[in-house]
């Protein structure tokens, strides 16, 4: 195997297995100590992939962020007009899509506390609202949302619905079932007027 | 001044620095020495109110969690009906409700694995809905919100409205203003029909 691959391997795993540390015991299960244990390696080869252990918390964000990203964009490309499936994309509704939000809220209580952090928070938030806001414009035009709607104001509610029931969901995911989470989002497009 | 009071008194200035600390710097800063010397005692004093940094993270977030409910009260002895009114008593329209926003989001990453703060989380997540079907109830009672409306799913929606848009205000500020914030619940509201 050529050492790029190996390295590119390696850092792989140790940011898995820090995702799943951090998404089954939060922030402070992220140690190099807990990280190498995971993996089965030394702390050394922990402190070779990551700097420390924000460095290594931002990667995990990042990798979760990404595979968001991915289940859009392959939602966009079965029907980009899909409202209702683009947000349920995104929401928590299996297990894979649960333990990315649990590392969201982790990643986010530092991210109040660490600029850039919160810098890149805040621009996913806006794109996924532009995103959405784009989609409406494409369904307005097609004559398949309700005229009067006020489109870069339902955006942003649609966005901020979508962190709102995820923190449902995580704390209660016996009252915030697939079946709920799926009705509050369609009802929320039905009175938009999406058809 | 009589024991009991000053006992109080020094718990109560103990709870409001670790507010300040962990709204400003996160759970990390929430430590026996910084917050002793943010009080100005020292640690054995802070050690003697709080069993440990989690005992404190409870009461600062309880202490946080009693402000809301009290402006809740508030508006709705004010007018129970105002539905508007009783959501932005918990939205992050000032700084006092916004550092209590900070407050919640580093208390969720900790509640996600701390099986009593998840309890707890839960709990006054659903009373907040109970509380918010309570009041459409009313307003359907009196002819004030759309017959057609589906009470408990609107309700649940409202409920992950309130700290969806609060994620939101806490990285954006300047994209969420307060305007903003009641403009993106207005909109809900009318489609609710709530008159």
Redesign the interface.
Known sequence: VPRVVDHEQRRREVTEAGTRLLA????AALTVRRVADAVGCSTTVVSHYFTDMDDLLYEVYTAAAERARARLDAMAAADPADLQGLIEALLPLDAAREQDW?VW??F??????VERF?LD??SR??TTTQRLAKVMKGLAAAGRLDPEC?IP??A??L???????A??V???PA??TPV?QR??LA??LA??GVR
Chains 1, 2 share one sequence.
């Open positions: 089954a015991h939060g922030r649990r809220f982790a986010w209580s530092e991210a109040l506390h919160g928070q805040r938030a806006r006020d104001n339902a942003r509610r966005g901020a619905l979508i962190p709102g029931i923190a449902q995580v704390f209660d009252g915030w709920r009705a509050v009802g929320e009175m938009l």
